[in-house]
């Protein structure tokens, strides 16, 4: 892992064999014969079936050598990533350019984007790099036009914001695709401005966002098997003694 270009860009592509594997078939999808709620009940089954086989907790391990590197040994994955599907030529499918910071992410949190088929120029992701440590009065905002989505619905919690934030790409400055395949992740900055307006590639983007958070980060974290909520993944040989420690106090 290149760590300077993580520092002075905000992202950076890595290796993990692990994750190689065959394209996912649901790269497809826009060629069936759904509709656009057939596909968002997929969606929803899909995500479902990914919380359900925990595969948070599988891909966690895979990524700690690069995680535990970034953060420390001291590691929380949020349990319940999103799964998104996005169809070529489908803004619906989007939720535009944004920062996570703007949804209540901090910079002491990590995310992770894991594709599950290859993602070209036009398919990908795009990033404006080094704009995780631009104030984010340099970013405005621009009129969301997905649609309501309620707060809590299933819709909400497969990754569509009932309070969208889409940015505008500031003037005179441009993104770049984050070009990535199968077997490779891409670890970002919260804080980093990236996304997409539409798929312009041939293939449907289907990939997870994994995120990471020290478990002694000075913020307010939302634990357990919840959504949004974070849990444990690795715990330093200290933490462990503490814990127990406090745990023996407490039990008399």
């Known amino acids: 892992m290149d760590i300077n270009k993580f520092l002075k860009d905000g992202w950076v592509i890595v290796d993990v064999p692990e994750l190689k594997g065959e394209q996912n078939p649901l790269g497809q999808i826009h060629r069936w014969s759904l509709?656009?709620?057939?596909?968002?009940?997929?969606?929803?089954?899909a995500s479902k079936e990914f919380w359900k086989d925990e595969y948070s907790l599988k891909y966690a391990k895979w990524l700690m050598p690069f995680v535990s590197y970034l953060i420390g040994l001291d590691v929380m994955v949020q349990y319940n990533p999103y799964f998104r599907i996005?169809?070529?030529h489908k803004p619906k499918d989007n939720i535009g350019f944004h920062k996570d910071t703007q949804y209540g992410q901090t910079p002491y949190e990590l995310a992770v984007h894991i594709p599950f088929v290859d993602l070209d120029e036009k398919s990908a992701l795009r990033v404006i790099s080094g704009s995780h440590l631009m104030p984010e009065s340099a970013f405005t905002r621009i009129t969301a036009d997905n649609g309501h989505v309620e707060k809590g619905s299933i819709e909400n919690q497969i990754g569509r914001p009932y309070m969208p934030k889409p940015l505008a790409v500031?003037?005179?400055?441009?993104t770049t695709p984050m070009c990535i395949k199968v077997g490779q992740a891409a670890i970002f900055s919260p804080a980093l401005f990236h996304g997409q307006e539409v798929n312009e590639g041939d293939v449907t983007r289907i990939s997870c966002d994994l995120r990471f958070v020290g478990s002694r980060a000075p913020i307010e974290i939302r634990k357990g098997k919840i959504h949004a909520?974070?849990?444990?993944v690795l715990q330093s040989p200290v933490e462990y003694l503490a814990d127990n420690y406090y745990g023996a106090q407490n039990a008399n």
């Open 86 to 88: 996005a169809r070529p």
């Open 229 to 232: 909520g974070y849990v444990p």
């Open 170 to 174: 500031p003037e005179g400055m441009e």
């Open 35 to 45: 509709t656009d709620d057939g596909v968002k009940e997929v969606h929803i089954q």
